[in-house]
C-alpha cells in the first residue's frame, strides 16, 4: 500500500490527503513570484525552496506538475494598506535607472539564483506588465459584478459584499474596522483594496496604462488573480506563498476570484513560514537583507543554503546564523564525498525498503529533516554500494543537492592511491583490522593521510611530504 501524500491545507487549517482535482491532467502549482524592485534575500528563497520541494514531492509521487509564478513588477505599493508610493518607480529612482530597466535586472538576477539553488524552473513565469489588459477585464467584471467602487485615487474592492471575506485568515474584521486608527485615505474600511490605481494628475509615470477608468496602473493582488485563471483555470490544486501572504495578499486573491468565478481560487493553500535573522524578520524594506551571491562570496556552495532549508519543516520559522549555514555546508560536503566515495554499479537499483522510508517522511507534509535523516542513515548504514549510491541518487530527485553531478575539489588521487583507500575502507567493513592498518602504512608511505568518516572517507596530501 503507497503511503499517501499528506500535505497541510491552511485554508482548512489541517492535514489533508491530496488527491488531485484532474486525475489525468498535470497537478496546477500557482506560486506568487518576486517583486523586483531589488534582489531577492534569502528568506525569499526559503520560500522559493519550500515550493520548490513541493514540486518534487508532487513527481516523487508520480504527478506531472504544471507550474506557474508571476513576477511583479508593477502595483506594489510600500503598504498594504494601498497608500505610499508604487515600490517600482521608487527602486527606479533610488537606482537612478527606469523601473523597466531595474525590472529586467532584477528578474535576471532572481532567474540566475533559482539556478544556482536548483531550484526547478516554472513552466510559465509571467510578467504582471505583460498582462496588463487580462488584469482589466477581471476588474470590468468585478465592477460589473458590484463589488467595487471608485474613489478619487483609485478603483476599490468593496470586501463588505462577501460573508467569508479573510475566511483564510481567520480576520477578525470587527476587530479591525473599530481597533487602531490606520489611514485608509478614502477607501470605506481598512480590507478594503486597490484594483486599479490613477496615476496622478500632475505627473507622469513610467509605468502606466488607458484603462476604461483611466490612465493608471493595476494593484498588486489582481495579477496573480488574472494570470492565475488565465494559466490554470478557475480553480486549481495548489497556492503557495509566504506566511505574510495569508491576511493580505491570499486573501485579496480569493476575494477577487470568488467575486468573478464563484471558486475559491485553489484546492490547497500552503505557506513557508519565514527565515529569520538574528530574531528578526529578513525583508527588504528593513534594509539590511542577505542575497545568495553574499554567501558565494563568502565562498559558500548555494547549496549548502539549500542543505540548511531541508534541516527545518517549512512550517516552522528557521533562525538564519553563520554556524547553521558551516553546519550546514558541512553536511553537504560530506553527504557528497560519501556519495562520491561509492563504487558505482549502473545496473543496480534503488532498494525499495529505504525508498518506503523516505516515501513515508516526504509524504508527511513534506518532512525534509526526517527525509534528510533517512538518507544519512542510508549512507552510514551497511547496504552494499551500489544500492546506496542507487537509492540515495534516487533521494536526490527530492533533495537537490546535486550529489551525482558533485566532483571532489581536484587534488590529483592517483588512481593506486584511490584504489589502496577503497581496500582499506572494505577491509574496515569486513572487520579485518590488521589488513586495515597495513593499507594505512601502504598509504602513508605514499604521502597520503586517509580519514575515516561514517560515510566514506577522505584523502588528503601528508603535510611536508613531497
Ligand atoms: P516578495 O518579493 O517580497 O513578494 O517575496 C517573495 C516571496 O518570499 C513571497 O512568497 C514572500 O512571502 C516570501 N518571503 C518574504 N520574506 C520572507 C522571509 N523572511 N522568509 C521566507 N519567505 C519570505
Ligand atoms: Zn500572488
Not at 542543505?307 to 553546519?327: I, K, M, P, S, V
Not at 588512481?415 to 574496515?428: D, V
Request: net charge negative.
Amino acid at each position: 500500500m503507497p503511503v499517501p501524500l499528506v500535505l497541510y491545507d491552511n485554508y482548512e487549517r489541517s492535514l489533508r490527503e491530496f488527491a488531485p482535482l484532474a486525475p489525468e491532467g498535470p497537478v496546477g502549482l500557482y506560486t506568487c513570484g518576486p517583486t523586483v524592485y531589488d534582489y531577492q534575500h534569502i528568506g525569499n528563497y526559503r520560500t522559493f525552496l519550500f515550493e520548490d520541494t513541493l514540486k518534487r514531492v508532487l513527481r516523487w509521487n508520480g504527478y506531472r506538475v504544471r507550474h506557474v509564478m508571476n513576477v511583479t513588477d508593477v502595483g506594489h505599493l510600500t503598504s498594504d494598506a494601498d497608500t505610499g508610493e508604487d515600490k517600482m518607480e521608487k527602486g527606479a529612482r533610488r537606482a537612478g535607472r527606469s523601473a523597466w530597466e531595474i525590472a529586467a535586472l532584477y528578474t535576471q538576477a532572481f532567474i540566475d539564483d533559482l539556478r544556482a539553488l536548483d531550484i526547478l524552473p516554472p513552466d510559465v513565469l509571467s510578467r504582471a506588465t505583460d498582462h496588463i489588459p487580462e488584469q482589466i477585464a477581471f476588474i470590468v467584471d468585478l465592477e460589473r459584478g458590484g463589488y467595487t467602487y471608485r474613489t478619487p485615487d483609485g478603483v476599490y474592492f468593496d470586501t463588505s459584499r462577501q460573508a467569508d471575506y479573510g475566511y483564510l485568515a481567520r480576520l477578525d474584521k470587527s476587530g479591525l474596522e473599530a481597533g487602531k486608527r490606520v489611514d485608509i485615505g478614502d477607501k470605506k474600511r481598512s480590507t478594503d483594496f486597490a484594483l486599479w490605481k490613477f496615476s496622478p494628475p500632475s505627473s507622469t509615470r513610467q509605468m502606466e496604462w488607458d484603462s476604461p477608468w483611466g490612465r493608471g496602473f493595476p494593484g498588486w493582488h489582481i495579477e496573480c488573480s488574472a494570470m492565475a485563471q488565465q494559466y490554470l483555470g478557475d480553480f486549481f490544486d495548489i497556492h503557495c506563498g509566504g506566511e505574510d501572504h495569508i491576511p493580505v495578499h491570499h486573501t485579496n486573491e480569493i476575494a477577487q476570484t470568488e467575486a468573478r468565478v464563484g471558486t475559491r481560487l485553489a484546492n490547497f493553500w500552503m505557506h513557508g513560514y519565514f527565515l529569520i535573522a538574528n530574531d528578526a524578520k529578513m525583508a527588504k524594506s528593513a534594509g539590511e537583507f542577505l542575497r545568495v551571491q553574499a554567501l558565494v562570496d563568502r565562498g559558500y556552495d548555494p547549496l549548502a543554503f539549500r542543505y540548511l532549508c531541508l534541516t527545518g519543516h517549512y512550517r516552522t520559522q528557521l533562525n538564519f546564523t553563520w554556524e547553521a549555514l558551516d553546519a550546514a555546508a558541512t553536511g553537504l560536503a560530506r553527504m557528497r564525498a560519501g556519495f562520491h566515495a561509492l563504487a558505482a554499479d549502473d545496473g543496480a537499483a534503488g532498494d525499495i525498503d529505504w525508498v518506503a522510508r523516505f516515501t513515508a517522511h516526504v509524504n508527511d507534509d513534506l518532512n525534509t529533516p526526517r527525509a534528510l535523516a533517512v538518507a544519512w542513515d542510508l549512507l552510514r548504514g551497511d547496504a552494499p554500494d551500489a544500492v546506496k549510491r542507487a537509492t540515495l541518487a534516487r533521494f536526490d530527485d527530492v533533495l537537490g543537492l546535486r550529489l551525482a553531478a558533485w566532483r571532489p575539489p581536484r587534488q590529483d588521487v592517483p588512481a593506486e592511491i584511490e584504489a589502496l583507500a577503497q581496500a582499506r575502507r572494505n577491509a574496515r567493513r569486513a572487520k579485518n583490522w590488521s589488513e586495515a592498518d597495513r593499507l594505512r602504512a601502504e598509504l602513508r608511505a605514499a604521502g597520503w593521510e586517509m580519514e575515516d568518516r561514517a560515510e566514506g572517507y577522505a584523502l588528503k596530501r601528508r603535510s611536508g611530504v613531497a
